[in-house]
């Protein structure tokens, strides 16, 4: 079982829909949950962080985070075409020196 | 652009040749990490720095590559011998101590022929 699972997709959505995109782990000891966006070619590059349970919200994203379930996931409201990328959803567990283990991403597509 | 540069930001070498790669984070990041990508792939880590030491590796570096952070400031990961499977991007993430978030650099993309 790997660390981290995504479903690869492609998910694809039309511009001004909700994006759901969806996470699991294994490591129960897992502490911070992270999303990150790569556009291809690109670095990934951070829209997120959450560590509790509940929902955290920022502008247009929404982290949700159930430990019990072992589960995260982003939600991207009112989703735009410059939103098109690779969702790449990171775990940092709690017996490591701070490294990120990385799911395989999902490619998200929003068309006009 | 998140502060970390690296360099070069490609670079295309024959089987058996050495690479050197730079990274140079954050000014007051003291913790740095380096991770590699394969396409299709999410980053998977290679070795963490707490300043100058180097306190964790994976197995997936293997004895052909090193890495460096000799006085704590820019870090070099070197890569003897190239192999193809060892076309990937490389990425450096840096990071202050009690931080939480991880910044990324630009990547050097690496292609072995």
């Known amino acids: 079982q790997k660390e981290v699972e995504q479903n690869s997709g492609p998910l694809s959505v039309p511009e001004g829909a909700i994006a759901s995109l969806n996470c699991t782990y294994s490591?129960?000891?897992?502490?911070?949950f992270f999303w990150y966006r790569q556009y291809s070619g690109k670095s990934p590059e951070l829209i997120m962080f959450?560590?509790?349970?509940g929902d955290k919200e920022d502008g247009r994203f929404t982290a949700q985070l159930n430990k019990a379930s072992q589960y995260v996931s982003l939600l991207i409201r009112d989703s735009q075409p410059s939103d098109s990328a690779t969702y790449l959803c990171?775990?940092?567990?709690?017996?490591?020196?701070?490294?990120?283990?990385f799911g395989r991403g999902t490619q998200l597509t929003v068309w006009p | 652009d998140t502060g970390v540069s690296q360099d070069p930001r490609h670079k295309i070498t024959k089987r058996g040749q050495n690479v050197t790669f730079r990274c140079d984070p954050i000014?007051?990041?003291?913790?740095l990490y380096w991770y590699r990508q394969t396409l299709g792939q999410g980053p998977e880590f290679l070795t963490y720095?707490?300043?100058?030491?180097?306190?964790?590796k994976s197995r997936l570096l293997s004895d052909r590559f090193s890495a460096e952070r000799p006085k704590g400031s820019f870090s070099t990961l070197e890569i003897q011998r190239t192999e193809q499977g060892d076309s990937a991007m490389y990425l450096c993430?840096?990071?202050?101590?009690?931080?939480?978030?991880?910044?990324f650099g630009p990547g050097t993309r690496l292609l072995v022929l």
């Open positions: 959450i560590y509790s349970n």
């Open positions: 720095f707490q300043n100058e030491a180097q306190l964790e």
């Open positions: 993430a840096s990071i202050m101590t009690g931080g939480e978030t991880q910044y």
């Open positions: 000014s007051e990041h003291n913790r």
């Open positions: 990171a775990v940092k567990r709690g017996s490591t020196l701070g490294r990120l283990y």
């Open positions: 490591d129960r000891g897992s502490q911070s």
